[in-house]
């Protein structure tokens, strides 16, 4: 089963996990959760989030691996590097 890279439909500091993602080759399913026309999150797929990925405080970015499941762009950098063996870099 491929990762799962969540986030909303606009740039942000995700960016680098999805970046580090294709570096390493990894195939990834890059979860795009919508935001309104105004730009302002959509509280309901917040709770989507929340009862889909079972998490209980749903913060995006979150990624999924397995039985894994991290949020914060900084842990899910981290964790990508360690698990392609380049842990010293994070």
């Known amino acids: 089963m491929k990762p799962i890279l969540g986030f909303y439909d606009v740039r942000g500091n995700v960016e680098s996990c999805r970046l580090l993602l294709r570096y390493f080759g990894e195939d990834f399913e ?45 842990v899910l950098l981290r964790y990508i590097a360690d698990k392609h063996g380049m842990s010293e870099f994070f």
Do not use: A
Request: hydrophobic share 30%; net charge negative; proline share 7%.
């Open 30 to 74: 890059d979860k795009i959760h919508q935001c309104t026309d105004e730009n302002v999150i959509d509280t309901s797929d917040v709770t989507l989030v929340r009862d889909t990925v079972q998490m209980g405080f749903p913060e995006l970015p979150y990624l999924i691996d397995g039985d894994l499941k991290l949020t914060q762009p900084e």
